[in-house]
């Protein structure tokens, strides 16, 4: 079965600047996490989607984050304004019925 | 909400030996721990996970055990092969139906030829 996909795989942005990261679970997962991983640090839970709906946002700067799931499939995250401190890979996982959680291989951004 | 912490950070072993990481939790509600090994650059991987009903699991040359009592797990990885090499993350699901990990800071391991 095909695994998470992610895009862009590296993104370069100034600060300031707005970016979005896309992500496509694998299919029939009904959860879908975005998670943010700072060099040398485990990743941290941002969102969690069921379906087409936030179950959980508790950790995301909603000052700057936002993310949606609008189909319950595909889903985007985008940042704006970026900040310096938000250089990191962000990751997606999914999950059928909140079991295992599988990633995707991330998209690396770098804030100059 | 849960706290995961994790140790060492980075270890050391020659190839064949044993190497162990141990993970501690605090919210005793939590009931499922998955361990990943993340390569450089790629995605996580699950390689072996355990739920609070079991307190040993095997699979091949890797083991966890689950110690409910005192809140920590720990991976066991025998016969190391220098494959092995890569950074290793604990977790520990809470928030009942949600299932949300909270994730230890890492392991480096380093399986030395």
């Known amino acids: 079965e095909a695994g998470v996909a992610q895009s862009p795989r590296y993104k370069i942005i100034e600060k300031r600047q707005s970016v979005a990261f896309w992500c496509n679970p694998i299919?029939?997962?009904?959860?879908l996490y975005w998670y943010q991983q700072i060099l040398g640090q485990g990743p941290k839970l941002l969102i969690q989607?069921?379906?087409?709906?936030?179950?959980?946002d508790s950790q995301l700067p909603k000052d700057r984050f936002s993310a949606e799931r609008l189909k319950g499939v595909d889903s985007t995250l985008k940042i704006q304004p970026a900040k310096l401190e938000d250089s990191a890979v962000y990751l997606c996982?999914?999950?059928?019925?909140?079991?295992?959680?599988?990633f995707g291989p991330g998209t690396r951004l770098l804030v100059l | 909400g849960e706290n995961v912490e994790q140790h060492p950070s980075t270890l050391s072993v020659q190839e064949g030996d044993s190497a162990v990481i141990k993970c501690t939790y605090s919210?005793?509600?939590?009931?499922?721990f998955p361990w990943y090994k993340q390569e450089l650059g790629k995605r996580p991987q699950l390689i072996i996970d355990?739920?609070?009903?079991?307190g040993e699991k095997k699979d091949q040359r890797i083991a966890v055990t689950l110690n409910k009592t005192a809140k920590h797990f720990s991976l066991h990885i025998t016969e190391t092969q220098p494959e092995d090499s890569a950074v290793y993350f604990c977790?520990?699901?809470?928030?009942?139906?949600?299932?949300?990990?909270?994730f230890g800071s890492g392991t480096q391991l380093t399986v030395l030829p």
């Open positions: 299919s029939g997962h009904a959860t």
């Open positions: 996982a999914s999950s059928p019925q909140q079991e295992t959680q599988y």
């Open positions: 355990i739920r609070s009903n079991v």
């Open positions: 989607f069921q379906n087409n709906g936030v179950v959980d």
């Open positions: 977790a520990a699901s809470y928030g009942g139906s949600a299932r949300q990990l909270t």
């Open positions: 919210d005793s509600a939590s009931n499922y």
